[in-house]
């Protein structure tokens, strides 16, 4: 009898185990049609304002559509509510994604993508906290985005409150010194309520990071800064990514920093990979080709 027991127990957790992956695999086909869209708006809008940076915001589409679709606890219809999660874009040249990204989630009308970067229009080159719906820090000068998203974990902690603090970092970004000044208070602090995310996609507007300034290690420079370190081998990747987020919501002592090697212009055939693709819209004909090989 004890036998037939432990033989149900097995049969038990293998019905589990192939639910959980089924259901894994279905939220991670319905993820990849969402990150789609918003690759093709991300395109369209940045097109239509003949200025912007599509190879970033390309890049790191995969782990905001995870944040907001899968993990994160936040209402479009109460973007101010008090125990939400909050996303600092400290990368915030990137906006293009986060505006995205938001409009699919259904913080604001998609036609405001229309409108990127016109005067007078809610949907500013860099993110501004007082006027774009869903955006909890306005950033733009590297670095400082993610001194705040310190101090937004640091009240959490002050204030026992549950809500968790996701940054997203530039591989570029982590060249300025105010990173190391803020890791190393978010390790002071045991700040196990903050997540950070390194879009490593080795190119910045002047080329390779490792060129221009490396920053690597990158694992092992954060660290050495007391972070726990998980290092994603394929940042696009739904399934990696999301195992990568069940480890940093299991550690309770230290921040975690996720470094997922990314693909910059990821999508788009001609701009993978390519540093021209940093900060520039393409015209009409290129716009067509991102499209289709968007389809």
Request: proline letters at 4%.
């Amino acid at each position: 009898m004890e036998k037939l027991n432990d033989v149900a127990k097995e049969i038990r957790r293998d019905i589990v185990k192939n639910v959980n992956k089924a259901s894994s695999a279905h939220l991670t086909e319905d993820l990849n049609d969402i990150a789609k869209e918003i690759r093709r708006d991300i395109v369209k809008c940045v097109s239509k304002a003949s200025s912007g940076h599509p190879g970033g915001s390309l890049s790191s589409v995969e782990i905001l559509t995870l944040l907001y679709f899968e993990k994160m606890n936040i209402d479009p219809a109460d973007p101010q509510k008090a125990d939400r999660d909050r996303f600092v874009l400290s990368k915030g040249h990137a906006a293009p994604v986060l505006y995205s990204t938001l409009a699919e989630r259904g913080f604001f009308p998609k036609e405001e993508l229309d409108h990127l970067r016109q005067l007078g229009a809610m949907l500013q080159g860099h993110p501004a906290m007082d006027h774009v719906p869903g955006v909890d820090m306005s950033t733009g000068s590297l670095g400082q985005g993610f001194s705040t998203a310190v101090g937004m974990a640091l009240g959490a902690k002050i204030q026992n409150a549950d809500w968790k603090t996701y940054a997203l970092l530039g591989d570029g970004e982590i060249q300025e010194g105010i990173i190391w000044e803020a890791a190393m208070v978010a390790a002071h602090y045991g700040l196990s309520n903050l997540t950070a995310f390194v879009d490593n996609n080795n190119l910045q507007i002047d080329g390779a990071v490792s060129d221009v300034m490396s920053p690597y290690p990158i694992d092992e420079k954060f660290a050495a800064f007391g972070w726990h370190v998980i290092n994603v081998a394929d940042g696009n990747n739904f399934d990696e990514l999301r195992a990568a987020l069940t480890l940093a919501e299991a550690e309770t002592e230290r921040p975690t920093v996720i470094v997922c090697k990314t693909v910059k212009g990821k999508g788009v055939s001609y701009m993978e990979n390519n540093a021209g693709w940093h900060g520039k819209g393409p015209n009409a004909e290129e716009l067509e080709i991102a499209l289709q090989d968007l389809a």
